[in-house]
């Protein structure tokens, strides 16, 4: 439907024909010709209306935009068409030739469709901010290299000023334009970093050592410029100027230490800014609420990462009285219990002690109730056809939810499966259409599973268990959902998994080693992480098979993987493998002397100390094969290593380097020499005599952080170097006499 001649009654058609009906955006969609049109009226309006008043072309722009805006919304098909006709681009030109003469009905426009043009954008390209979504694999890089131009210096030194725009319109598209649109970590610095031109040019000066001006004084003092204007709309009385803010600070502060920590420290002049933004969650307006919450949870949660002793559990309580209350009423909206449960999420997220703040003050029993609510047991066409996304998406972060709370405390596990009785629930949730159900119940199932008492009952009695099994053996299934039912796997087949022979009948091996070569990073690992699971305690028979099918080429290529992660699994499974005298010759028959030793020499020379502390175990358990000590003893290379991990390695590495020593001197007296070759003998009675200073440490070596260099403060360490040491001087002396 291409309009020939435009006007204001006839965009306002079409922009009515828009509102609330995904069919008719993907109709106009196709309308590349139209569309064309419509945004070139946003700056060329003179074209459609060459003998009309200035106030109609005006009014032709702002509909123009209205009708832009409202497509944005719709979905992939529209995004598609306006990049192709380059709309982002031309909204940005027309923001900024706006003059100040111009209606301010006219900028708000312009920029309102511009924001919901960029969240289409960022959305696409990801990750996404609530929950799981479709990806669009065959439009992602050309909306990248859109969305990554938007955040060039040239774009931001147009979208950026409009947070001081003296229109409350404008200020709140620009804000919401940072919350929706900041996704990755590059532009979280190309915002919070940006200055306006004329503060970039005394920030520049200030570098110079005879103009430095005071860190009070400085440009990119607090936060930076756009962390200080969001932070002073806060105090604006506009609720939806501030949520806007909120919204936006939140987005900056999320994985920004630098930005989190100006939020959460309190300036010489005044109190912190988080302690604003918790006064707003308690305001009336749920929306309100709910941003200040986002953005509190952002701030704790990145000030200090991986610190749990220094969160600010005072105010993660403050957020979960509010998101609890929120979660627990029927009289909310779907998406705000949506946007709830998401926040209680990422609050409590990979935490332990936050976790079970949350189990205390009745989170879970909440999402409980909420899911069972929501959640009919009984299968039916309606239910999978006609359910609202909106309840789709509320059952996936309700379940999101549960999974992190009960991920690492075994009581609370047991209650998600006993007393909450969320099990059927759960189960049912595995083949619902909706793909953020499907991975948010694999996320449960991980959860609970970790339990052993779980594992042998509940997984087992339900058929849970099979069920993960069923979604992880489907071949056209999402390979997040994959991902997710791999990881539930890597549980399933642990040696106290009465699940472990069934999956190993149904074809569980075969599965993995398909994944293996599936491509895909992460599914490779989890097969790799499941295989190392399933060769645990395994017998020499169940390992032979494993490696039939595994292929030991194959298992060579993953030892030496350019991914450290890849290899620390790799030589987990060969650990694993080689628990045993008869096992560990079947690694020498299969791999060889030399390739299995190159793959422990370059390992053990590895900048990553986990790779590192595998190598180790794997060498450790070869010294407990006697035949198989000469291979070690033989090469210089792996005894050099072996030496710099007793002295200059982290406890969990000595541990294993000086079990292996001890074995090599106690079963075999002449390894004496080799070792004495090495040095080891003398890093030996340093770990047993030194008493300060600091020992002098090969300058290749890496192990700066956590380093030992010391005395020897591991008790299991001491003693068996003291032990090693006696039976090298024994064997010395044993020797000589002969």
Same mark, same amino acid.
């Given at each position: 439907?291409?309009?020939?001649?435009?006007?204001?009654?006839?965009?306002?058609?079409?922009?009515?024909?828009?509102?609330?009906?995904?069919?008719? $955006?993907?109709?106009?969609?196709?309308?590349?010709?139209? #569309?064309?049109?419509?945004?070139?009226?946003?700056?060329?309006?003179?074209?459609? =209306?060459?003998?009309?008043?200035?106030?109609?072309?005006?009014? #032709?722009?702002?509909?123009?935009a209205?009708?832009?805006?409202s497509?944005?919304?719709?979905?992939?098909?529209?995004?598609?068409?306006?990049?192709?006709?380059?709309?982002?681009?031309a909204?940005?030109?027309?923001?900024?030739?706006?003059?100040?003469? /111009?209606?301010?009905?006219?900028?708000?426009? !312009?920029?309102?469709?511009?924001?919901?043009?960029a969240?289409?954008?960022?959305?696409?390209?990801?990750?996404?901010?609530?929950?799981?979504?479709?990806?669009?694999?065959?439009?992602?890089?050309?909306? $990248?290299?859109?969305?990554?131009?938007?955040?060039?210096?040239?774009?931001?030194?147009?979208?950026?000023?409009l947070?001081?725009?003296?229109?409350?319109?404008?200020?709140?598209?620009?804000?919401?334009?940072?919350a929706s649109?900041?996704?990755?970590?590059?532009?979280?610095?190309?915002?919070?970093?940006?200055?306006?031109?004329?503060?970039?040019?005394?920030?520049?000066?200030?570098?110079?050592?005879?103009e430095?001006?005071?860190?009070?004084?400085?440009?990119?003092?607090?936060?930076?410029?756009?962390?200080?204007?969001?932070?002073?709309?806060l105090?604006?009385n506009?609720?939806?100027?501030?949520?806007?803010?909120?919204?936006?600070?939140?987005?900056?502060?999320?994985d920004?230490?630098?930005?989190?920590?100006?939020?959460?420290?309190a300036?010489p002049?005044?109190g912190?800014?988080?302690?604003?933004?918790?006064?707003?969650?308690?305001?009336?307006?749920?929306?309100?609420?709910?941003?200040?919450?986002?953005?509190?949870?952002?701030?704790?949660?990145?000030? +200090?990462?991986?610190?749990t002793?220094?969160?600010?559990?005072?105010?993660?309580l403050?957020?979960?009285?509010?998101?609890?209350?929120?979660?627990?009423?029927?009289?909310?909206?779907?998406?705000?219990?949506?946007?709830a449960?998401?926040?209680?999420f990422? =609050?409590?997220?990979?935490?332990?002690?936050?976790?079970?703040?949350?189990?205390?003050?009745?989170s =879970?029993? $909440?999402?409980?109730?909420?899911?069972k609510?929501?959640?009919?047991?009984?299968?039916?066409?309606?239910?999978?056809?006609?359910?609202?996304?909106?309840?789709?998406?509320l059952?996936?972060?309700?379940?999101?939810?549960?999974?992190?709370?009960?991920?690492?405390?075994?009581? #609370?596990?047991? /209650?998600?499966?006993g007393?909450?009785?969320?099990?059927?629930? #759960?189960?049912?949730?595995?083949? &619902?259409q909706?793909?953020?159900?499907?991975?948010?119940?694999?996320?449960?199932?991980?959860?609970i599973?970790?339990?052993?008492?779980?594992?042998?009952?509940?997984?087992?009695?339900?058929?849970l268990?099979?069920s993960?099994?069923?979604?992880?053996?489907?071949?056209?299934?999402?390979?997040r !959902?994959?991902?997710?039912?791999?990881?539930?796997i890597?549980?399933?087949?642990?040696?106290?998994?009465?699940?472990?022979?069934?999956?190993l009948?149904?074809?569980?091996?075969?599965?993995?080693?398909?994944?293996?070569h599936?491509?895909?990073?992460?599914?490779?690992?989890?097969?790799?992480?499941?295989?190392?699971?399933?060769l645990?305690?395994?017998?020499s028979?169940?390992?032979?098979?494993?490696?039939?099918?595994?292929?030991?080429?194959?298992?060579?290529?993953?030892?030496t993987?350019?991914?450290?992660?890849?290899?620390?699994?790799a030589? +987990?499974?060969?650990? &694993?493998?080689?628990?045993?005298?008869?096992?560990?010759?079947?690694?020498?028959?299969?791999?060889?002397?030399?390739?299995?030793?190159?793959?422990?020499?370059?390992?053990?020379?590895?900048?990553?100390?986990?790779?590192?502390?595998?190598?180790?175990?794997?060498?450790?358990?070869?010294?407990?094969?006697?035949? &198989?000590?000469?291979?070690?003893?033989?090469?210089?290379?792996?005894?050099?290593n072996?030496?710099?991990?007793?002295?200059d390695? $982290?406890?969990?590495?000595?541990?294993?380097?000086?079990?292996?020593?001890?074995?090599?001197?106690?079963?075999?007296?002449?390894?004496?020499?080799?070792? &004495?070759?090495?040095?080891?003998?003398?890093?030996?009675? +340093?770990?047993?005599?030194y008493?300060?200073?600091?020992?002098?440490?090969?300058?290749?070596?890496?192990?700066?952080?956590?380093?030992?260099?010391?005395l020897?403060?591991?008790?299991?360490?001491?003693?068996?170097?003291?032990e090693?040491? +006696?039976?090298?001087?024994?064997?010395?002396?044993?020797?000589?006499?002969?």
């Amino acid at each position: 439907m291409t309009i020939i001649t435009v006007n204001v009654p006839t965009l306002k058609k079409v922009k009515n024909t828009l509102i609330g009906s995904p069919t008719a $955006k993907v109709s106009l969609a196709r309308d590349e010709e139209l #569309i064309a049109t419509i945004v070139n009226c946003v700056n060329n309006p003179h074209l459609q =209306l060459a003998d009309e008043p200035q106030s109609s072309r005006d009014d #032709i722009r702002i509909e123009a935009a209205h009708v832009i805006a409202s497509l944005s919304y719709g979905g992939s098909a529209a995004l598609r068409t306006l990049m192709r006709v380059n709309a982002p681009d031309a909204f940005l030109f027309a923001i900024s030739r706006i003059r100040s003469t /111009e209606p301010p009905a006219l900028k708000a426009a !312009i920029t309102r469709a511009f924001r919901a043009m960029a969240a289409a954008l960022a959305d696409t390209v990801g990750p996404s901010q609530w929950g799981l979504r479709t990806n669009n694999f065959d439009m992602r890089n050309d909306a $990248k290299i859109t969305l990554d131009y938007i955040f060039q210096s040239a774009a931001l030194d147009v979208l950026l000023p409009l947070l001081c725009d003296p229109n409350p319109q404008v200020i709140i598209s620009a804000a919401q334009f940072v919350a929706s649109a900041v996704r990755t970590q590059a532009h979280r610095a190309a915002v919070s970093e940006w200055l306006p031109p004329s503060e970039r040019t005394k920030e520049i000066k200030g570098k110079r050592g005879w103009e430095k001006p005071g860190v009070t004084k400085s440009p990119s003092r607090q936060g930076g410029w756009v962390v200080r204007v969001l932070t002073s709309l806060l105090h604006r009385n506009n609720a939806k100027l501030q949520e806007a803010a909120l919204s936006a600070l939140a987005s900056l502060a999320k994985d920004n230490q630098s930005v989190a920590l100006t939020l959460a420290r309190a300036p010489p002049e005044g109190g912190a800014t988080l302690s604003t933004v918790l006064s707003l969650c308690k305001l009336r307006f749920v929306d309100l609420q709910l941003a200040a919450c986002i953005c509190a949870t952002n701030v704790i949660r990145s000030a +200090h990462p991986g610190h749990t002793s220094t969160t600010d559990h005072a105010a993660a309580l403050s957020v979960m009285y509010v998101v609890n209350r929120l979660i627990a009423s029927d009289s909310e909206t779907p998406q705000t219990r949506t946007k709830a449960c998401f926040t209680l999420f990422s =609050l409590v997220s990979d935490d332990k002690e936050l976790c079970k703040l949350a189990y205390d003050r009745g989170s =879970l029993s $909440k999402l409980a109730s909420l899911v069972k609510a929501i959640t009919p047991l009984e299968r039916s066409v309606e239910w999978e056809e006609d359910e609202p996304e909106s309840i789709s998406r509320l059952r996936e972060a309700a379940l999101t939810t549960v999974a992190a709370i009960s991920l690492f405390d075994d009581d #609370i596990r047991c /209650e998600v499966t006993g007393t909450l009785k969320l099990i059927p629930a #759960i189960q049912v949730s595995l083949s &619902h259409q909706h793909l953020g159900v499907r991975y948010a119940a694999c996320q449960c199932v991980r959860a609970i599973s970790r339990s052993v008492a779980v594992l042998r009952t509940n997984i087992v009695d339900t058929g849970l268990g099979m069920s993960v099994y069923q979604l992880f053996q489907k071949q056209n299934e999402d390979r997040r !959902i994959t991902y997710a039912a791999s990881a539930v796997i890597c549980n399933l087949v642990n040696d106290c998994s009465p699940l472990r022979p069934l999956l190993l009948e149904r074809g569980v091996l075969e599965r993995l080693v398909e994944l293996l070569h599936s491509g895909d990073a992460g599914l490779r690992l989890n097969a790799l992480w499941a295989i190392k699971n399933l060769l645990y305690k395994g017998s020499s028979g169940l390992k032979r098979k494993v490696m039939d099918a595994v292929k030991w080429p194959e298992l060579v290529n993953l030892l030496t993987d350019i991914d450290p992660e890849t290899q620390e699994q790799a030589f +987990h499974v060969l650990r &694993h493998i080689a628990d045993g005298p008869e096992d560990v010759e079947l690694i020498f028959q299969e791999m060889g002397k030399d390739v299995l030793l190159n793959c422990l020499a370059r390992a053990m020379e590895s900048d990553h100390d986990d790779v590192l502390l595998q190598a180790v175990c794997v060498l450790a358990n070869i010294a407990n094969s006697l035949s &198989h000590q000469g291979a070690i003893l033989s090469s210089a290379r792996i005894l050099e290593n072996l030496r710099s991990c007793l002295f200059d390695a $982290k406890v969990e590495v000595r541990r294993p380097a000086v079990s292996c020593v001890l074995e090599l001197v106690r079963a075999n007296p002449r390894s004496h020499k080799e070792l &004495h070759d090495a040095g080891i003998d003398s890093t030996l009675r +340093h770990i047993c005599e030194y008493s300060g200073g600091g020992i002098s440490v090969s300058p290749t070596r890496r192990f700066l952080a956590g380093a030992h260099m010391g005395l020897e403060d591991d008790w299991e360490v001491k003693e068996k170097a003291k032990e090693a040491l +006696h039976w090298l001087e024994r064997n010395a002396e044993v020797d000589m006499s002969i």
